[in-house]
């Protein structure tokens, strides 16, 4: 049983990623907990040098893991097996919808927001071959799709209570070949024992999809815990365009990464030295830490 802190290696990790990270170590090391890292490296836009740039950081703000890190470019054949089990299990099909198609029925009156009506679903095979004709010309192959047999799926987050949220007839293998997020997290969640999993709250909506296939493939439903965001001021999610936020940038204005740990552990109530045995999921504030990055530059001296 453990818990784990799954980076996409896209760039240097900022505030609000490390917050996430540490609360993710920090919940899992007090319940007694293993606790994994996970490289989400199939994204087009990972890059190797930021593997060892990320796994710095979180070894610097006190973040440590069990075993050898694990990277989702190692298991791809893994993702293949659990695909064609679910081909021949007649679970799913073949999407032809282009990037256009789709932002017009996301925009569709009745809808729910990025649900998909399932309009490929039930075409004949005179349109299927018209589908691939299209994609064809545009040298991509068709996604491929969950066929669900649900509309929407209650599951219980341990900060939020129980929640219900749309499953739609979501995408299991994008039209490149790539497979989608939302089947290799719940692959790799349940192949290596994941019991715990903290992320933040913007992707609560996404996770009823993710419990209906961990039904489907046999796997035990982890617990949830969404956590606040870190905003900027204007109430967007925390990115690296708001200033110096990653280490390297803060480190130019005196911040040592025992400092940003520091005023992470302050930000949730703490005192700044707390250990992860002081971190109680129902006691965090539940409100996003609004960080105006701006101030960060005058240093450390704004922890008091």
Not at 28 to 53: K, N
Not at 193 to 221: C, E, F, H, M, N
Request: glycine letters at 8%; aromatic letters at 10%; charged letters at 25%.
């Amino acid at each position: 049983m453990s818990g784990r802190y799954a980076p996409s290696p896209t760039g240097d990790l900022h505030i609000g990623n490390l917050r996430t990270a540490i609360l993710a170590w920090a919940f899992a090391r007090r319940a007694g907990l293993g606790f994994h890292m996970r490289m989400e490296d199939l994204d087009d836009r990972s890059h190797p040098e930021y593997y060892d740039r990320q796994l710095a950081d979180l070894a610097a703000v006190g973040v440590d893991w069990d075993g050898e890190v694990l990277y989702q470019t190692s298991r791809i054949g893994r993702y293949t097996e659990i695909f064609d089990a679910l081909r021949e299990r007649g679970l799913l099909y073949e999407c032809y919808c282009t990037r256009r198609e789709l932002a017009s029925v996301a925009s569709a009156p009745h809808q729910p927001p990025g649900s998909y009506p399932g309009t490929c679903r039930y075409l004949t095979e005179a349109e299927c071959a018209a589908g691939r004709e299209k994609l064809s010309h545009m040298n991509r192959g068709p996604a491929f799709r969950l066929a669900t047999d649900v509309s929407e799926l209650a599951m219980v987050d341990r900060l939020a209570g129980e929640y219900s949220g749309t499953v739609d007839d979501f995408v299991i293998r994008r039209g490149d070949g790539a497979f989608s997020y939302n089947f290799v997290a719940v692959v790799d969640d349940g192949d290596f024992g994941i019991s715990q999993i903290v992320r933040a709250d913007d992707l609560l909506s996404s996770t009823p999809r993710q419990v209906y296939l961990q039904k489907l493939l046999g796997y035990d439903t982890p617990e949830y815990i969404h956590v606040p965001l870190v905003v900027n001021p204007a109430g967007q999610r925390l990115a690296k365009r708001d200033g110096a936020v990653t280490l390297t940038d803060l480190a130019k204005y005196g911040w040592s990464a025992h400092d940003v740990r520091a005023l992470i552990f302050s930000s949730l109530g703490l005192a700044p030295d707390a250990e992860p045995s002081d971190v109680v999921p129902e006691e965090m504030p539940r409100e996003p830490w609004v960080l105006d990055a701006a101030t960060l530059e005058a240093g450390p001296s704004v922890l008091g």
